[in-house]
């Protein structure tokens, strides 16, 4: 059972991780991820900067230190020393923020799906983003469309892939998205410099995507351009999904990481366990 303090969410055993949300901001639709890594890992996460739930309030001057700051004030408020940083799709670049400014916290960088350099709105997203009334509602007419096929290759027709449609309106419901709030962080990802930040990154690094043809969300292309920017950087393909995987295909997403970082922690014990982890 996931348990919250004051929006945090802290669940599971094991090696620290920090699991940033994507572009809603809301760690709601993470569920399937957290409770897949909770078995192996001590899971946090967090609404992002101006979501409900969180005290700071999203600043664009600041971009994605926004997000790379409730990291560092998590790991401080829970005294831990360093934990893996991971962020799905748009959390990628907080992660990215984070672990390029504070190497000393972090035992490992995962980004999963994340918008890769150069990335850029199609035109008419543009619009919508100018207009965020009408970026929300667009966005959820043609998720359904883009998303169709991963949801089909991910689960097979009848009760899972009904439960995980059910699951996904209800938290919808629970946890309604911000149009202004989505738009504002599609802006930072066009006017990033994610250059800079990767060429600062010596932390051990894993990037994680889903099927080139089935990620009709973030391109897996732009996502692997990270691979020869970060020093040392793996890569990781989840079968039978795209940009979804880490909650479509939780188990698997799950043993990628925990594999990622069990390498870590038997080549140096210091990635692991530490005395602030319990």
Not at 91 to 99: M, T, Y
Not at 112 to 133: D, K
Not at 185 to 190: K, P, S, T, V
Not at 206 to 221: H, N, S
């Amino acid at each position: 059972m996931l348990t919250r303090t004051e929006m945090v969410i802290d669940v599971g055993h094991g090696p620290p991780l920090v699991l940033i949300p994507g572009i809603q901001g809301r760690w709601e639709y993470l569920r399937p991820a957290i409770e897949a890594l909770a078995p192996s890992f001590r899971v946090l996460t967090f609404p992002l900067c101006g979501e409900r739930g969180c005290d700071l309030r999203f600043d664009p001057a600041l971009g994605f230190d926004n997000d790379a700051r409730q990291v560092l004030a998590l790991l401080d408020a829970r005294g831990i020393e360093r934990a893996t940083i991971c962020g799905i799709s748009f959390g990628g670049l907080p992660a990215l923020r984070f672990v390029a400014a504070h190497p000393e916290r972090s035992t490992a960088l995962i980004l999963v799906s994340t918008p890769g350099p150069g990335w850029h709105l199609r035109s008419r997203h543009r619009v919508y983003a100018r207009v965020p009334w009408l970026f929300g509602p667009l966005f959820l007419v043609e998720s359904p469309l883009r998303l169709r096929r991963e949801i089909a290759a991910a689960l097979p027709p009848g009760s899972a892939r009904r439960r995980f449609l059910r699951w996904q309106l209800g938290t919808l419901a629970r946890a309604p998205m911000s149009p202004a709030r989505m738009a504002a962080r599609a802006q930072l990802i066009m006017n990033a410099d994610v250059v800079k930040d990767c060429s600062r990154v010596t932390t051990p690094t894993l990037i994680v995507t889903g099927e080139p043809a089935l990620d009709r969300v973030v391109q897996v292309d732009g996502t692997l351009a990270y691979v020869p920017l970060i020093a040392g950087a793996r890569h990781e393909t989840l079968a039978r999904t795209g940009h979804l995987g880490s909650i479509t295909t939780p188990g698997a997403f799950a043993d990628v990481v925990g594999e990622f970082v069990g390498r870590l922690v038997r080549k140096d014990p210091a990635h692991g366990w530490n005395r602030a982890t319990a």
